[in-house]
């Protein structure tokens, strides 16, 4: 079956660095995309990566190993704007989205 | 600027009772999605729409239906509310390519008596 893990809430202090991890078990594999999205609002889409490395777009940054079906979303200089819950999907052979349940993030002063 | 709507954003309904939520996008995408998001559960895909007049059943499409008319309607239509479809739905569009972004609608939480 397609599987997407990640932690179901974290906590980090403001002005930190948080790595948010994501395991996938897909059918096929066309791509990692990261959404967040705050309470009572929708997703809105921060990265998506297809090759290995990492990909780094201001205060974030998010990383793909294909070989080990492995993604990891790190938040730098958190801020407590960054509270809010991240999506990691990976986009199966089909090209549909397969969802994670998401990883709360809690920002603490 | 484009965007994407969805109507109602809030709706109460009696179980056996067809409801339709709406979804309108300015972006001219060819691509649009409905999913159903549950606590505890990722974001589930119900139908999707690669063009006019073609629709195609996600995963948990039982229950549910869409048509496709013009590129910038998806409704969403509920043939016989049940409880089991109380759920904050969103809508989302993209361009052709598979790899593009989706953009959502704002959702609506449905809750069905």
């Known amino acids: 079956g397609q599987n997407i893990d990640q932690p179901t809430e974290m906590t980090a202090t403001e002005g930190a660095i948080v790595q948010i991890n994501c395991t996938y078990q897909t059918s096929g594999f066309n791509g990692l995309f990261w959404y967040q999205q705050h309470a009572g609002e929708a997703p809105t889409f921060l990265s998506y990566n297809v090759l290995d490395g990492l990909e780094e777009k201001g205060r974030f940054s998010s990383f793909l190993s294909r070989s080990k079906g492995y993604s990891y979303l790190l938040l730098k200089e958190l801020q407590m704007k960054d509270s809010a819950s991240y999506l990691c999907?990976?986009?199966?052979?089909?090209?549909?989205?397969?969802w994670g349940a998401g990883t709360k993030l809690i920002i603490k002063p | 600027d484009a965007e994407i709507t969805q109507s109602p954003r809030h709706k109460i309904t009696e179980t056996g009772r067809q409801v339709t939520l709406a979804c309108h996008q300015t972006?001219?995408?060819?691509?649009m999605f409905w999913y159903r998001q549950d606590l505890g559960h990722g974001l589930r895909l119900i139908h999707y729409s690669y063009g006019v007049q073609d629709t195609n059943k996600g995963e948990v499409s039982d229950g549910y239906s869409v048509s496709r008319s013009n590129t910038e309607d998806l409704p969403l239509t509920l043939e016989s509310a049940a409880s089991s479809q109380t759920s904050v739905y969103f809508c989302?569009?993209?361009?052709?390519?598979?790899?593009?972004?989706?953009?959502f609608g704002p959702g609506t939480r449905l809750t069905v008596l």
């Open positions: 972006w001219n995408h060819n691509n």
């Open positions: 999907a990976a986009l199966d052979s089909n090209y549909q989205l397969i």
């Open positions: 989302a569009s993209s361009a052709s390519e598979s790899y593009n972004e989706q953009f």
